[in-house]
């Protein structure tokens, strides 16, 4: 028997619609001394889509790149672009005018949208066929020249499929160039349903979510999902990350739930100013990006309390991978499974492989590969990449791990972090964890380098938090917690670690610091 069948889903600016309809004179975003009630978020975020359309000839598939620190503009460009069935292709706004230039010729953009600080970029990018620009000087391009243009227009909501690409997401690039992953309107419905269900349940119209990330990678994600339940967003004010103002509205605001990465709940947990306001109201701060360290994590739910809830993902997934919630945390090492990143999404399929695809079995290391809805629908125009990335409808995450007998799934390290040293598999992360233990560190990243004798060894690059011990010390106190062939071959202590422009700490940016320092020779 045959069924008619239909494809076609809700359009993702539907949320924004529906809390302007439900909630219209709700306040749902605030940027600094600004706040926006949801019937105005609908109203401008229709015109700009208006001004899209009339002006600039955007339909239904065409791309708009996005170069803007966070702002409202920024936040209402999304569902406008959506609106038309159109692809908002947001970019790291630290990348150099050069490397975005490559974004927008890569990924076929037909506009630009950027702040008016980035001239450069603006310039660069001169492929596309037009430009609006967020402040500076008024011109018939500003965005909210263009917004009050247009304030009268109507825009119907294209019809979409499950697969119409909604956003290309970057990929931080940690191996050659960033790679545009496509996510899709029905994919992102189905991920912020998953977010709602497994990261931060109960959330509402009388919830608050801090954006202490950049807006264009998973934390614009996160906040779709509080645009779907009506729950406002606060971004800060300023462009710099300040703990003191973040801790300052989360008091004045009563959030309920943040979003970020493990470096920056570090950062925050340790500035003073989380003394000096209430921050009683948070349920949820959810991290993700890479795990959190043992140290910072207790650390941590000592200062927050019971409020951490960590996610293992990636922008090819969205973050639904794994999911490890507030009551499963603790300071307590004795009532915790140290290590973990929790267990598989609600609706997902997590399972650790060897090299030909065969699921390992309880406790062996392997590759973490997933499947399920949230799975992006591969790279833009990138057919090499899809076909390592997929084997037999898995998707290959290029994390190794392992997995214990209730599916609690540990991660090892990224497969391109690990090195051999004497013919042994060294996993940085384990060396990471003790080592951070030590008092006189604050931070810390292990990496293999090429070696004559024993084909790589590891360095510790290590930042000390007031002065510095020695380093054949650190050594010798490392020594009686790992293995004497698990043992980095030198140690350097540097005034802070390169990060990526979402605050992770990244090898490959540590790798090429050590090389211009002249610390890695050659063999």
Known sequence: MSFPVSTRVMNLAHFLSESARRHPDAI???????????AELEARATAFAAALRDRYGMTKGDRLLVQSTNCNQMFEAAFACWKLGCVWVPANFRQTPEDVAWLAQSSGAKGLLAGAEFAAHIEACDGVDFAVTIGGEPSADDYDALVAAHAEASVTPAEVERDDPAWFFFTSGTTGKPKAAVLTHGQLAFVVTNHLCDLMPGTGPDDASIVVAPLSHGAGVHQLAQVARGAK???????????????RLVQDWRVTNAFTVPTIVKMLVEHPSVHEYDHSSLRYVVYAGAPMYRADQVRALEVLGPVLVQYFGLGEVTGNITVLPPAQHS???????????????????????????????VGETGEVAVIGPAVFAGYHDNPEANAKAFRNGWFLTGDLGHMDAEGFLYLTDRASDMYISGGSNIYPRELEEKILTHPQIAECAVLGVPDRDWGEVGVAVCVPRDSAPEAAAL????????PRYKLPKRVLFWDALPKSGYGKITKKLIRAELAARGEIADV
């Open 28 to 38: 749902g975003l605030v940027w600094g001394q600004k706040t926006w009630n949801w």
């Open 233 to 247: 967003t606060i971004l800060p004010g300023g462009t710099r990350f300040d703990p003191d103002e973040v801790w």
């Open 331 to 361: 300071a307590d090492d004795s009532a915790m499974r140290i290590g973990t990143c929790g267990v598989a999404r609600t609706g997902m399929q997590v399972q650790v492989q060897d090299a030909e695809g065969n699921e390992v079995p």
């Open 475 to 482: 050594l010798e106190w490392l020594g009686a917690k790992v």
